[in-house]
């Protein structure tokens, strides 16, 4: 087999802890202590992404060969691998958390594959420096969400890191799910994340926070060489940088709403500096339309990381990162600049989804209002998103119905209530269809790309975990193959694009999660 190559710059060009090993300590003037995967009783490949393992170079005879499984379940390592935790800190729902760093993930090293730089990191790969007292171990279920996640995201068009593979450990892991008291011992298991660089908005905040400025001033530095390489060089470059953070930041929130999804945990230790969708934790989908609905347990009294509150944590993040990075620019007008850029690309991105949603030829004056009318109505019909944007596809604009936005409706009471009132939507949307004067099938297809019929709902998630709970992994490859082509008719797959169940509306895992892993 042809040998891997690893290029750890992360290492190499940034300090580092001098201690080795995982002992729990406040960890100063560096950005990683080196700590070694946890070996497991018996690592057991459960599912990979086709995808990501020919974007890193792997072939299948190293795939399914026993040695793989023993790499990505902590047991060893290949030649070039040098494991690290990263050191960074954050605010979490909205209060400085000071030192977090990666609690329970481990990256094995930078993998050089056809010209493009790939950090591999395994969660749950066991404790490390920054584990503040918890095991460092990942449970099925949890790894499961973020494996399927991780690669539902990017076929979705979304930004995001990307799961190579899944490991069963063979070893229990004890978790209070509901953090009731009541913990219990889960079947373990590990996943692969993979993403040109894991560095966070908390890898600066933490070293502005500590005063250690050359630190900082290195970070920023390694983090344009490394991650950002095609800036120029020249006094703007790190004004370009943040501008560049900013714009992809927003980038990414734009494609969450268009989609549906809740991150749920939006912390500054959770926000990728390269605009990728970080840390699967308890995310979800809107099914039935809320803009005031968050997948997240912890999160159920204030909703500060509500959907329709995105926009704005992304926002307030960013501030904090500008915040931070102050005394590397030294003035404020730069980071204004980006903050400001977030602002210009974020109404950019939220006209150009509107377009493609409903099928238009530009964001005219009154579409603004005719798309917040109709999520409205979504939400006073307790209509599902998904299939309500999917369903206005098949609107005849010669004369419009609701016929193909029936399967959208969870409550009876409901759709009479709003009825009325959605038929006259569809009529003044039926007139600015025709007044857009798009061919029927090149806006049909508009449409489809950018209404996805299929999407990563928990519930179908939580299918797959009880059959894999139950010994029988298949559902997850099932799903994968599913959420690779959502936007596409899958013949024989209507049931992975049904209204959520009513077994599912209360159960957990189903609706709300905890932060548990």
């Known amino acids: 087999m042809t040998a891997l190559v690893f290029d750890n710059r992360f290492l190499r060009e940034l300090p580092g802890d001098p201690e080795q090993g995982a002992r729990r300590r406040q960890v100063r003037g560096a950005a990683w202590s080196p700590v070694t995967p946890t070996p497991v009783a018996a690592p057991r490949l459960l599912a990979h992404s086709p995808e990501v393992a ?8 190293r795939l399914h060969a026993p040695a793989f499984a023993e790499v990505f379940g902590g047991n060893a390592l290949y030649p070039g691998m040098q494991p690290w935790a990263a050191n960074y800190g954050g ?41 503040r007292g918890a095991d460092g171990r990942a449970v099925l279920r949890s790894s499961i969400r973020e494996f399927l996640c991780s690669e539902a995201m990017h076929h979705l068009g979304v930004p995001s ?18 953090y009731d008291g009541r913990p219990q011992a889960e079947p373990g298991a590990v996943v692969c994340r993979v993403a040109p660089s894991f560095l966070r908005f908390g890898s600066f905040e933490l070293p502005a926070a500590r005063g250690e400025q ?33 714009t992809r930041t927003a980038t990414m929130v734009a494609q969450w709403m268009r989609v549906g999804f809740v991150h749920g945990v ?35 009294q204030d909703r500060r990381y509500r959907f329709g509150a995105q926009v704005q944590v992304a926002y ?23 903050l400001d850029a977030f602002r210009a690309r974020q109404a950019d991105e939220e006209r150009a989804h509107l377009v493609a949603k409903l099928g238009l030829d530009a964001c005219r004056e009154g579409d603004e209002a005719l798309m917040a009318r109709f999520q409205e109505l979504l939400q ?23 016929g193909t936005l029936e399967a959208a409706f969870y409550s009876p009471a409901r759709r009479a ?70 936007c596409d008719e899958q013949p024989g797959r209507e049931a992975f694009a049904q209204r959520r169940p009513d077994w599912a509306r209360e159960r957990a895992g189903c609706s709300m999660l905890s932060c548990s892993s």
Request: aromatic share 8%; proline share 6%.
């Open 214 to 246: 050359a630190l900082l001033q290195r970070l920023v530095d390694v983090c344009i060489d490394r991650d950002f390489p095609h800036l120029a060089a020249g006094p703007s470059r790190r004004a370009d940088w943040f501008a560049e953070v900013c």
């Open 417 to 486: 209530e709003v009825m009325p009132d959605l038929l006259a939507w569809l009529d003044q949307y039926a007139a600015r269809v025709r007044d857009a004067a798009l061919p029927g099938e090149v806006r049909r297809r508009q449409m489809a790309a950018a209404n996805p019929k299929y999407v990563l709902r928990n519930w179908l998630v939580q299918q797959a975990i009880d059959r894999a709970e139950q010994g029988d992994p298949a559902g997850i490859a099932d799903l994968l193959e599913v959420m690779r082509h959502p």
């Open 91 to 131: 605010h979490q729902f909205g209060h400085w958390a000071g030192q977090l760093g990666d609690g329970r993930a481990i990256s094995l090293g930078e993998l050089l594959a056809d010209g493009r730089r790939w950090e591999l990191q395994l969660k749950g790969a066991g404790p490390t420096p920054y584990s």
């Open 266 to 300: 939006m912390n500054t230790d959770n926000m990728s500096i390269l605009g990728l969708t970080l840390d699967y934790g308890p995310y979800g989908w809107v099914e039935d339309y809320d803009p005031d609905w968050t997948p997240n347990t912890t999160d159920a």
């Open 161 to 178: 890191t990307r799961a190579l593979c899944l490991v069963a450990t063979g070893e229990r892991v004890v978790r209070d799910m509901f």
């Open 380 to 402: 006073r019909g307790e209509m599902d998103m998904t299939l309500a944007f999917r369903g206005l596809a098949g609107v005849d604009p010669r004369q419009a119905d609701a």
């Open 54 to 61: 020919a974007l890193l170079g792997i072939s299948a005879q």
């Open 316 to 338: 307030w993040n960013l501030v904090r990162l500008a915040q931070a990075l102050a005394p590397v620019f030294g003035e404020a007008g730069p980071l204004q600049a980006g």
